[in-house]
């Protein structure tokens, strides 16, 4: 029965790590995927308004210097 109860400890012990371990590896890719997600959406927005603000200020600004 002791041994019994020792491989039991021992299961739950190991499913414990191994549970703490997958939490912590699901937390760092969740993170880094939200990094990834929040540069690209900054690049995007970044060259999107370059694309498109850029002209249209160049646009109204050129009366102003003409």
Known sequence: MVVVFVLVVIL???LVVVLIVVL???LVVVLVVVL???L???LVVVLVS???VEPVVLHFAH???A
């Open 36 to 38: 990834v997600v929040v």
């Open 12 to 14: 739950v012990v190991v």
């Open 63 to 65: 009366p102003l210097y």
């Open 50 to 52: 370059i694309l498109i």
């Open 24 to 26: 912590i590896v699901v």
């Open 40 to 42: 690209v959406v900054v």
